[in-house]
């Protein structure tokens, strides 16, 4: 029997989804950004707690085949701005004009680099060469730089960064305490584009510290507890590997992408066309599109505005959580983008807060039930939330309480619906997969008002995006340009990537031999790019004319049990069956009368249960409100379908 453990570390809370056997089980814990760590040894402590009955996580780990691991803090970092000063040096200082082409990026450059470039002359010989090395390095030391990135432009831009990094390593000697941190351009990236592969190193280099820091440590400690394997990290293209094998940048955005690989899942077991992922955490709403089995991805992702050299998921993530700020600004409900996060959390949280949260408005509505949330872990204050809404919402807007909660949550349901509209095309064959913490309360509003009318629940929606990264695999990913598109340097060069790929996956503890090789090639011909999977990488020639600029890679890949989604086919219909009642605030009226609706509770329910709304759904860490006008099912997997059969006007149709 397989035991798998996968963990996507997010702003606010950090989720555990333990796969033993067929069976799935979770939990959750609160984030501690002062010390990542403890949050995962805590968390660790409480799977093994439901595997034991008692905390024993030794004895868990000693038995889990692998731990997979996801986390939003490089994101996070990169948007709070929270890492090294940079310096660069160029041989071309056109580059540097060329990575500030937008005010999005003029910015980012600035907060990053700012002043701390230098272009070093490459024509010298070494002596010369090396003393203006020594005088640009102290240069831009003196102006702050902590972290040096060497990007050499043009054909021999490789060998130029290498000839450099000779020569630096010969000045500033890592045995040394002068010794100056390096990353060089072309070993992170070998992508003949200079721009992306300077942004790509510039990001990289920013958010390597304080990931090093953090994983290096967690992976130690796994180890000093005697873990059976080491910890795997879940990067942003689907693949996993260990720390020591993960670049800091792939771990940017790569919480989400284990949400959209559970979402690719969910589209082929239900056969679904059209599938939009809705992923809303503590601090933001993540959206991305699964078309025809595809996920939808950038072959040259963007990050923070900057482009950059890596495929990226196309995942848009829009400030809106359930954590997220509410404020009222020129007379209007502005939702996020600042997030109270986990510390000081919601005021309901009682831990400091003092600010409006969706988390406070739906404990007020009466949909959150104190005793049962984060599974009865965590006390919630009703109390602190009113204070909270009436100082912050309803007195500036000079209204009541009830119209006050009404309104925000409208207008979170308002601003999801526009991100969805933003980003993709709803029609009629569009299904909106919601999951995450806030995804399941508020998704059937922000589809009504969308024009969607199809709403997908997994069972494990509080932790899906966890358990998303249950379908990767063990895999490392490597690109070199193509100079010409001669068979012989066709050969070499798949060679070199086979090399290097046998390499990186004999570190892994696995046997080369037993990988699974998949090639394709990138064209890039005018301004249109093609990428183009290889049966095999003689192939490539083709599809390559004489001007294409083209580059070869591979993906080596070594399979991991996957989770399953369990159940499929059609079962009959029954009615569910209601375990109580709760009785939700109705602020339509603005009299703070109340509804008593149904509650089901999820797991109780078996397959082809239905029942209308209003309703209240409790499932594992999560709860979902039913509105009026909308049906649903119970699947045979145990997830939950939703039809609106009333419906409302869209955003797009006013």
Same mark, same amino acid.
């Given at each position: 029997m397989t035991r798998l453990i996968n963990i996507d570390n997010g702003g606010t809370l950090t989720d555990f989804c333990l796969v033993d056997g067929g069976e799935v089980r979770y939990t959750k814990t609160l984030t501690t950004p002062y010390d990542l760590s403890r949050c995962l040894f805590d968390g660790l402590t409480r799977v093994s707690e439901l595997v034991y009955g008692e905390p024993a996580l030794a004895a868990l780990l000693q038995s889990t085949d692998y731990i997979r691991y996801s986390t939003t803090q490089g994101t996070n970092a990169l948007v709070q701005r929270a890492g090294p000063r940079l310096g660069l040096l160029l041989a071309d200082s056109a580059v540097a004009a060329d990575l500030a082409?937008?005010?999005?990026?003029?910015?980012?450059?600035?907060?990053?680099?700012?002043?701390?470039?230098?272009?070093?002359?490459?024509?010298?010989?070494?002596?010369?060469? !090396?003393?203006?090395?020594?005088?640009?390095?102290?240069?831009?030391s003196a102006r702050g730089a902590r972290r040096l990135v060497v990007a050499i432009s043009g054909a021999?831009?490789?060998?130029?960064?290498?000839?450099?990094?000779?020569?630096?390593?010969?000045?500033?000697?890592?045995?040394?305490?002068?010794?100056v941190p390096l990353l060089f351009s072309w070993e992170l990236v070998a992508d003949s584009d200079d721009v992306r592969r300077t942004w790509s190193s510039l990001l990289n280099a920013f958010l390597h510290p304080a990931m090093e820091l953090f994983l290096f440590n967690a992976d130690r400690r796994l180890r000093d507890a005697r873990a059976r394997q080491p910890l795997r990290i879940f990067r942003n293209d689907g693949g996993s590997s260990r720390v020591s094998k993960s670049a800091a940048l792939t771990t940017y955005s790569s919480? =989400?992408?284990?949400?959209?690989?559970?979402?690719?899942?969910?589209?082929?077991?239900?056969?679904?066309?059209h599938l939009v992922m809705v992923d809303v955490g503590g601090t933001t709403t993540d959206i991305g599109v699964v078309t025809d089995g595809a996920i939808r991805v950038d072959r040259r992702g963007q990050i923070d505005d900057a482009p950059s050299s890596l495929e990226l998921a196309a995942i848009?993530?829009?400030?809106?959580?359930? !954590?997220?700020? $509410?404020?009222?600004?020129?007379?209007?409900?502005?939702?996020?983008?600042?997030?109270?996060?986990?510390? =000081?959390?919601?005021?309901? $949280?009682?831990?400091g807060g003092d600010e409006a949260t969706l988390t406070d408005v739906l404990l007020l509505t009466g949909l959150l039930d104190p005793a049962t949330y984060l599974g009865g872990t965590m006390v919630l204050h009703p109390d602190r939330a009113a204070k909270a809404i009436e100082a912050k919402i309803a007195e500036p807007l000079g209204i009541t309480l009830d119209e006050a909660l009404r309104r925000l949550e409208d207008a979170h349901a308002e601003a999801i619906a526009r991100a969805l509209l933003d980003t993709t095309t709803v029609d009629e064959d569009t299904v909106l997969a919601a999951f995450g913490g806030g995804g399941p309360m508020t998704v059937c509003g922000a589809a009504r008002k969308a024009g969607a009318r199809q709403v997908l629940i997994p069972r494990t929606a509080a932790? $899906?995006?966890?358990?998303?990264?249950?379908?990767?695999?063990? !895999?490392?990913?490597?690109?070199q340009p193509l100079p010409d598109a001669e068979p012989a340097t066709i050969s070499a060069v798949a060679e070199r990537l086979l090399a290097a790929g046998a390499r990186d996956l004999y570190a892994e503890g696995v046997d080369p031999g037993e990988c699974i090789p998949r090639f394709r090639i990138t064209v890039e011909r005018g301004d249109t790019e093609s990428v183009i999977d290889l049966a095999d990488p003689q192939d490539a020639a083709a599809h390559l004319k004489h001007s294409d600029r083209a580059s070869l890679e591979l993906v080596l890949l070594s399979p991991l049990p996957h989770v399953t989604l369990g159940q499929t086919g059609d079962i009959a219909a029954s009615p569910a069956s209601a375990d109580g009642t709760r009785a939700l605030r109705d602020g339509q009226s603005g009299q703070g009368s109340q509804t008593e609706v149904p509650v089901y509770d999820l797991l109780s329910q078996p397959p082809g249960a239905q029942a209308p709304g209003p309703a209240v759904i409790e499932g594992p860490f999560f709860t979902m409100r039913v509105p009026a006008g909308w049906q649903f099912a119970t699947t045979a997997a145990g997830d939950l379908r939703l039809t609106d059969r009333g419906g409302a006007p869209s955003c797009a149709s006013r």
């Open positions: 082409a937008t005010g999005a990026q003029e910015d980012l450059f600035a907060a990053l680099v700012g002043d701390r470039w230098a272009a070093i002359n490459l024509e010298q010989d070494d002596d010369a060469l !090396s003393q203006e090395l020594v005088t640009r390095v102290n240069d831009l021999d831009g490789a060998d130029a960064e290498a000839r450099v990094k000779r020569l630096l390593l010969k000045l500033y000697p890592r045995h040394l305490l002068g010794a919480g =989400p992408r284990g949400g959209l690989e559970g979402t690719r899942a969910l589209a082929g077991h239900y056969g679904l066309r848009t993530s829009y400030g809106v959580g359930g !954590s997220s700020i $509410f404020r009222v600004v020129d007379g209007r409900i502005q939702v996020g983008p600042e997030s109270v996060g986990a510390a =000081p959390g919601p005021a309901c $949280f009682g831990l932790v $899906f995006s966890a358990f998303g990264i249950g379908f990767s695999d063990l !895999s490392q990913r490597y690109e």
